[in-house]
């Protein structure tokens, strides 16, 4: 069964603070992103990662980074948390383009809350 | 620009009825492909079918079928015979391999299935 963890299903943190969330696939995909869901919006893409050490800015990177040392894993950064960043983040994998007819493969979501 | 459009932000849908989701997209690339994905109230994004922009058949998946429509940009689902259970947030999607695959997402219709 393939999967793909979050570290956390909900996080609160206060404001000013750095924050990681950690994500892990499974299946050996090239590719894995990060986006962000909030109420009318869809699914945002803050960044992605098409290999090892290498990563894209999505549509909406301003105030978060990230790291993919491994290729099972692809972490996002808060550098430092502010309120307008409380929403559902969502980690997904997929195979790369030619292959990925399943599309992508999503995480359980992590809710997070900057107070 | 948004590259993805659902115009319908929420339905009501009676039990066993056939609902249509709209889903519009903008692309110029002649090689893409397109995902509709559910998220129940428990948040897991669940895949449901595939279109390629080059397949010649409409996708069915089960209850699921994807009404293509090339020259409009239009990939509408439609869930046959509504069941309880598929009162759920639905997302329009679509790949373009020139993105180093990356998933664009529409802003979700939410379907409620009444009794």
């Known amino acids: 069964d393939v999967k793909v963890t979050q570290s956390s299903r909900y996080l609160v943190k206060r404001t000013g603070e750095k924050v990681f969330l950690e994500c892990v696939q499974d299946?050996?995909?090239?590719?894995m992103f990060w986006y962000r869901q909030d109420p009318g919006l869809g699914l945002r893409l803050i960044y992605f990662?098409?290999?090892?050490?290498?990563?894209e800015k999505g549509d909406i990177p301003e105030g978060y980074s990230v790291s993919r040392e491994k290729k099972e894993r692809f972490s996002l950064i808060l550098e430092s948390a502010s309120t307008n960043q409380t929403s559902m983040y969502l980690c997904a994998s997929s195979a790369s383009s030619d292959r990925a007819t399943r599309g992508a493969f999503f995480g359980q979501g992590t809710r997070l809350t900057v107070v | 620009a948004q590259k993805i459009t659902q115009t319908q932000p929420g339905m009501f849908v009676q039990e066993k009825e056939a609902v249509t989701l709209d889903c519009t997209y903008d692309t110029s690339d002649p090689s893409y492909g397109l995902f509709w994905y559910k998220q129940p109230s428990s948040g897991e994004m669940i895949f449901l079918i595939y279109?390629?922009?080059?397949?010649?058949q409409n996708a069915t998946e089960g209850r699921y079928s994807l009404n293509f429509q090339k020259a409009r940009k239009s990939a509408n689902l439609v869930i046959s015979a509504s069941q309880l259970g598929d009162s759920a947030m639905y997302f329009c999607?679509?790949?373009?391999?020139?993105?180093?695959?990356?998933?664009?997402f529409g802003a979700g219709t939410q379907v409620v299935v009444t009794p």
């Open positions: 279109q390629g922009s080059y397949d010649q």
């Open positions: 999607a679509m790949r373009e391999p020139d993105s180093w695959g990356k998933f664009q």
């Open positions: 299946m050996d995909h090239e590719n």
């Open positions: 990662s098409y290999d090892v050490k290498m990563k």
